[in-house]
């Protein structure tokens, strides 16, 4: 069995026995790469997924792991390579899906499950703690081809967040569900929770614990800490059969108050996607992007001024959102397959692969 026929299989076993054969395809891929990203079981109460487009090098897909103070003279060079090879990691497992005829909407799930299974970042397994000691987590994907959508927010054992996003979106007449209900219909649906313990770093938890102390003492705000108000991860893709799709997830701010929702469950705020403009996933400070609805507005403009991908997404992020003095970044991807990286932050975790021809960069650009 290679390293992607177990991968699937990791990500998908549920507590109910699966099929004993896997699909030919499952048998055959090869990426050696993914073992450091520690893919965990993932139990999503369905098949796995199966190809259903053309294979071949006609895709695009695009990533982050969060924007904000990321200076290159604050991080060893050890550290550095950690967050690069998990980027290219998960660049190559959305890539090899791609590839082989997956969807876009399977391979940006897949691509988020793997990240939200990294205790590096802000998501999942390593996702920073609120103010009352918890790992709250919001999640959101969404199909280009007819716009439907699915969103979580709050949810506290849910292992992958991503997987109830999908199926709320498969599964249920709603878009969006929150708290106590998501998590009942997660059971409901046979998606894996964790205890509450599962989620614990102690990095995130010194994070926390800092922050609230800072709070108490400066009486800041929750917001205005620039090395613990960012977070979140994305993917977006076009696959060959030309659909997009998007999905993000989070764990929102560090020490964040009073069962606080940021952007990345938000449709149009945070997760975006329509095959005839565009695919976005955000990250940075959500109250803003929710303020300006920063994924919809950016395939607004390509919608009604015929702009690049580009172009909108810099006006909307150096533009719109500096002006409202948030921060934060985006990675978009238009109908055609080209991508784009914009942020107002001195850094963002970020990285390509258009045809198998892959990139990751991580600070600002000079």
């Not at 499950?113 to 920073?128: I, L, Q, R, S, Y």
């Not at 959101?140 to 979580?152: L, S």
């Not at 709320?168 to 929770?193: N, P, W, Y």
């Not at 003492?217 to 960012?230: A, G, R």
Request: proline share 3%; net charge positive; glycine share 10%.
């Amino acid at each position: 069995m290679n390293s992607l026929s177990s991968t699937f299989e990791t990500l998908i076993r549920t507590s109910r026995k699966m099929e004993t054969k896997m699909r030919k395809l499952f048998l055959t891929a090869a990426v050696t790469a993914l073992t450091p990203l520690a893919l965990a079981p993932a139990a999503m109460a369905a098949k796995p997924p199966s190809p259903s487009c053309p294979s071949g090098d006609d895709y695009t897909l695009a990533i982050h792991g969060g924007a904000g103070v990321i200076l290159k003279e604050n991080m060893t060079d050890k550290r550095e390579a950690e967050y690069r090879k998990s980027l290219n990691d998960a660049l190559t497992l959305g890539g090899q899906m791609l590839e082989e005829g997956y969807s876009s909407l399977d391979a940006v799930q897949y691509v988020v499950m793997a990240m939200e299974n990294d205790p590096k970042f802000n998501a999942g397994k390593g996702a920073v703690f609120s103010a009352a000691g918890k790992n709250e987590l919001d999640a959101a994907i969404m199909d280009g081809r007819d716009r439907n959508a699915g969103a979580v927010s709050s949810v506290t054992t849910v292992k992958n967040p991503i997987v109830l996003a999908r199926a709320v979106m498969d599964k249920s007449r709603h878009v969006m569900l929150q708290g106590q209900g998501a998590e009942d219909f997660a059971k409901a649906q046979r998606i894996k929770t964790v205890k509450p313990g599962y989620f614990y770093t102690k990095r995130r938890y010194d994070q926390m614990r800092k922050k609230v102390k800072a709070n108490k003492i400066k009486k800041q705000s929750y917001i205005d800490t620039p090395e613990t108000k960012y977070g979140t991860v994305g993917a977006v893709a076009k696959d060959g059969c030309g659909d997009l799709a998007a999905a993000t997830s989070t764990g929102g701010l560090t020490a964040k108050e009073f069962g606080r929702v940021g952007d990345a469950p938000i449709i149009g705020a945070g997760t975006y996607a329509d095959n005839r403009y565009c695919a976005v996933s955000a990250t940075g400070t959500g109250e803003f992007f929710i303020r300006a609805g920063v994924a919809r507005d950016i395939c607004s403009r390509r919608e009604y001024l015929g702009e690049t991908i580009s172009e909108s997404a810099n006006h909307v992020i150096h533009t719109t959102l500096t002006e409202m003095k948030g921060d934060g970044g985006v990675i978009a991807i238009d109908e055609e397959g080209n991508y784009t990286f914009s942020f107002n932050t001195p850094g963002m975790y970020r990285g390509a692969n258009k045809g198998g021809k892959t990139l990751v960069e991580i600070f600002e650009a000079k």
